[in-house]
C-alpha cells in the first residue's frame, strides 16, 4: 500500500510503514532531527522533527505516513518551537563549544546554525558528570550527551554488543556503560564500532584525532546541516 | 545630529571580544563618524552614563561583575551580550564543576610555586561568586552576539543595522559558537 502525503505544499510519496520522515528524506526534504537516522530504529526523544499533521503537533520520525495527510515543516512557531528545544539541550549540558573538538562537526551546533540560534535563552544547569576516559582509545563526556540514544541502539543493533544504555529518571538520567565496573575500559567496545563514531555531538570521542581539520574545512562551516543530512542519509531501513 | 553613544566592557572575559571589534579595521573611523565611546577599556570614562548601546564582554564571576553590570543595563537603552562568555559563561564556567573553595586554595595556597600561600584577603578585592554565570541571568539583554569571538564582521554587521534602525540579524555564514 502506498499513497501521498502533502508536506508544506508539495505532494510527496510514500510506501506503507514509512514514516513522514522516511518520506520526506526520499524526496529531498530536511526536517531538523538529532536523535533520527535512517537505519535505526526511530527513538523520537530530541523532538525536534515535531512537525503538524493535520493541525496537531507529532514527531516525524515516529509518525506513520497516512495517505492524504496535510504536514507543515516549515512555520515561525515550529522555527520557534525548534530553537527552544535546542536552546534547552545547550542549557542542560556543558556545551562550551569554543573548546570541544567536535565543534563545526556537530550536528547539535550544526542544528542550532541552521535555526539561526543566537543565545540559550534559560538559566543553565551546570551539569557535573565525569568524564570517562578510561578505554585506550575511546572517551566519553558524558556532559555533552543529549541521550539520542544512537550509541546504545549502534551497539545493539549493527556492533551486536550492547555496551550502552540510559539509566536514571528525568533530570538526573545518564549514558551508562554495561560493564562491571561501568567503565568503558572494562566493556566490550572497540574503536572500529559504530557505536563509537556514531555520537552527533561530542560526547563520544575517538582519542588522538583532535582538532584535525583547518577552520574552515570542518563539515558545518560552508555547508548547512540540511544539505549534509539529506546528501548523506539514505531511508529508514535501507542502510 | 547627535552621535550614538556606546559603552562597552569586559567582565570576565579576556578581551578577544574587544579584539575582534577593532577588528573592523580602518571601518573603525567610519564608526566613529557616527557614534563615540562612553565608559570602555578604549576610553579614560570611569562610569558608564546614559548611552544607546552598550556592549559587555565576559560572563558574571564576581561581586564588581554584577555592579559593573546593572550599571550599564541603567544606562543603556540596548544592552548586547557579546561573545560565548556573556552568552553561556564560556570557559570560565568550567570552573562550575569545582567548589570555589577548591579552586582558590588551588591557585593561592597548594599550586607549584606559591610563595606566602594564603587566599587573598583584602575588601579591596571583589569576592567571587560561587559558580560564573552568563549575564542574562543577572539582566535582561537585548541582542546576543554569538562567537568566541563573534567576528569583526559580526560586530560590523549588528552595529550598521542598529544605526540604521533596522532590526540587527545575523546570516548563517556569521553565526559561530567557536
Known amino acids: ?239 | 545630529m547627535a552621535k550614538i553613544k556606546v559603552a562597552t566592557v569586559s567582565l570576565a572575559g579576556c578581551f578577544g571580544c574587544h579584539m575582534s571589534f577593532l577588528d573592523i579595521d580602518e571601518r573603525l573611523i567610519a564608526l566613529l563618524e557616527v557614534a563615540e565611546f562612553d565608559r570602555s577599556p578604549l576610553t579614560d570614562i570611569e562610569h558608564c552614563g546614559p548611552c544607546d548601546v552598550g556592549l559587555i564582554e565576559g560572563g558574571v564571576c564576581n561581586a564588581e561583575n554584577v555592579h559593573v553590570l546593572r550599571e550599564f543595563r541603567k544606562n543603556c537603552k540596548t544592552l548586547v551580550a557579546v561573545g560565548a562568555c556573556a552568552i553561556n559563561g564560556g570557559l570560565p564556567a568550567m570552573r562550575n564543576q569545582f567548589a570555589l573553595e577548591e579552586c582558590l586554595l588551588e591557585a593561592y595556597r597548594d599550586g607549584i610555586g606559591v610563595e606566602n600561600p594564603h587566599i587573598p584577603n583584602d575588601p579591596e578585592l571583589p569576592l567571587l561568586l560561587d559558580k560564573v554565570h552568563p549575564i542574562h541571568e543577572i539582566v535582561k539583554v537585548d541582542y546576543f552576539l554569538p562567537g568566541c569571538p563573534p567576528s569583526a564582521d559580526v560586530f560590523w554587521t549588528f552595529l550598521s543595522a542598529l544605526l540604521a534602525g533596522r532590526e540587527p540579524s545575523l546570516p548563517y555564514e556569521l553565526v559561530h559558537y567557536d
Open chain 1, 1 to 239: 500500500m502506498s499513497g501521498t502525503i502533502n508536506i508544506d505544499g508539495k505532494t510527496v510519496p510514500y510506501r506503507d510503514g514509512q514514516t513522514i520522515m522516511d518520506a520526506a528524506i526520499a524526496a529531498g526534504i530536511y526536517i531538523p532531527h538529532l536523535c533520527h537516522k535512517p537505519g535505526f530504529t526511530p527513538h523520537g526523544s530530541c523532538k525536534l522533527c515535531t512537525v503538524k499533521v493535520n493541525g496537531r503537533n507529532c514527531s516525524a520520525c515516529t509518525f506513520p505516513a497516512a495517505d492524504g495527510q496535510v504536514v507543515i515543516n516549515t512555520s515561525d512557531e515550529l522555527l520557534q518551537d525548534r530553537r527552544r528545544i535546542t536552546q534547552m539541550l545547550f542549557v542542560e549540558g556543558n556545551h562550551f563549544c569554543p573548546s570541544c573538538e567536535k565543534s563545526g562537526n556537530c550536528q547539535l551546533q550544526g542544528v542550532a546554525y541552521h535555526l539561526n540560534m543566537l543565545d540559550n535563552h534559560f538559566p543553565h544547569f551546570y551539569a557535573d558528570r565525569r568524564v570517562d576516559a578510561s578505554h585506550p582509545d575511546i572517551m566519553i563526556d558524558h556532559n555533552r550527551c543529549i541521550f539520542c540514544n544512537l550509541c546504545v541502539r549502534a551497539s545493539r543493533e549493527k556492533d551486536r554488543k550492547n555496551v550502552f544504555d540510559i539509566a536514571g529518571r528525568g533530570i538526573n538520567k545518564r549514558l551508562i556503560v554495561n560493564s562491571v565496573s561501568g567503565t568503558l575500559k572494562d566493556s566490550a567496545i572497540s574503536v572500529d564500532d559504530c557505536a563509537a563514531h556514531i555520537c552527533p555531538t561530542g560526547a563520544i570521542l575517538i582519542k588522538r584525532s583532535a582538532y584535525r581539520l583547518p577552520i574552515g574545512q570542518r563539515t558545518y562551516d560552508q555547508r548547512q546541516i540540511s544539505d549534509v543530512a539529506l546528501s548523506g542519509e539514505v531511508e529508514h531501513g535501507q542502510d
